[in-house]
């Protein structure tokens, strides 16, 4: 028992190192689109002689606002060069939370240690219904459990934060459209296991198809920001 207990530790480290690591991929890549973006586009801008966005600055948040607008509209390729630069980031980050996810999702079920999953259900639901004994006798739309459950899922504090996050993830996916939530012999319990369980072992290995799909599209962004550059 304690060493299935230690190799679960170990698995379930790797696992995190492996989610760290796709996070940190996704983030890199749309930090370097971030830098090379902006570079090229100040250099790009310095390469022309309008001076209507740097003018425009100086004139307050109005007239930062209305530099760039006018900026779009003398060099526009630039200017979304630009933009894309400065939402890289958000958008990157976005990407890196998904991908990070999905790689622990997947690596539970290859490392065989999605068992962690049923005990845990318990436990909420049994947290849940402690504080309000008839919640599901009067609730009928699986939304209103699943917003419950993952409060309460939030507010625990004994349990790692990356099997939280497993657990979350796939209550969010789930479709529990066909359960009857006010039949009283209804074994939610029972019911979510095997499906967390079930959408687990269908998930997809992850990758990186939409990232390198976006890095593709930012470099035909490049080329067209250099061949319509106004000199």
Do not use: C
């Not at 570079?39 to 790009?44: G, K, N």
């Not at 049994?126 to 917003?147: A, C, D, H, R």
């Amino acid at each position: 028992m304690k060493e299935e207990l230690i190799g679960n530790i170990k698995l379930f480290a790797k696992i995190s190192g492996k989610a760290s690591l796709a996070w940190i991929k996704v983030a890199l890549i749309g930090a370097v689109i971030m830098i090379v973006n902006i570079v090229i586009a100040i250099i790009l801008l310095g390469d022309n002689s309008g001076g209507g966005f740097p003018a425009s600055a100086h004139a307050g948040i109005l007239g930062a606002v209305m530099g760039f607008v006018f900026l779009f509209m003398v060099e526009f390729w630039t200017a979304l060069l630009l933009t894309v630069g400065i939402l890289a980031p958000v958008l990157f980050i976005i990407l890196a939370n998904k991908n990070a996810i999905a790689s622990a999702v997947y690596n539970v079920w290859k490392y065989k240690v999605a068992d962690f999953i049923e005990p845990k259900i318990d436990f909420y639901i049994n947290k849940m219904l402690q504080k309000q004994p008839g919640f599901l006798k009067n609730i009928t739309e699986w939304s209103v459990v699943k917003v419950k459950l993952l409060d309460t899922i939030n507010n625990d504090s004994q349990t790692p934060k990356l099997q939280k996050r497993i657990i979350k993830f796939v209550l969010k996916k789930i479709k529990m459209d066909n359960v009857d939530l006010k039949n009283p012999d209804t074994n939610l319990s029972a019911i979510l296991s095997l499906k967390i369980r079930q959408f687990i072992e269908g998930f997809a290995e992850p990758d990186l198809k939409l990232v390198w799909i976006l890095v593709g599209i930012d470099i035909v962004l490049i080329i067209l920001a250099f061949v319509f550059n106004q000199q």
